[in-house]
């Protein structure tokens, strides 16, 4: 997971819950917030996207930041070969919600 705010703690929480995928890592810009979520569900955790995506044992990367920083986050993402689910809006141009 990189990314929090309000709704990550729920999206957190439920991958978390989930039977057939394990949380293993969490990212956030802001230590404070990344260390409170890493800690509070026994996960590792990060400040720099980078440092993540290095792991040997990711396979899948949950974007939760703000709409400006989609597309760079979600494309390194995707060039790490990791799978991607980006919260919508997937990017932002001009004023106007669109597709990279």
Known sequence: MIGSGSWV???VRVYDELE???LIAVCDSD???SSE???KYHVDW???SSELLDR???DAVSVR????THRDISMQVLESGRHLLVEKPM???GGMYVMP
């Not at 930041?65 to 400006?68: G, I, L, M, Q, S």
């Open 56 to 58: 040997d044992d990711v």
């Open 31 to 33: 230590s404070a917030t």
């Open 46 to 48: 990060y400040v720099d």
């Open 37 to 39: 979520i890493g800690e």
């Open 20 to 22: 057939n995928a394990s």
């Open 65 to 68: 930041t703000p709409t400006r």
């Open 91 to 93: 990017t932002v141009r």
């Open 9 to 11: 703690r729920n999206h």
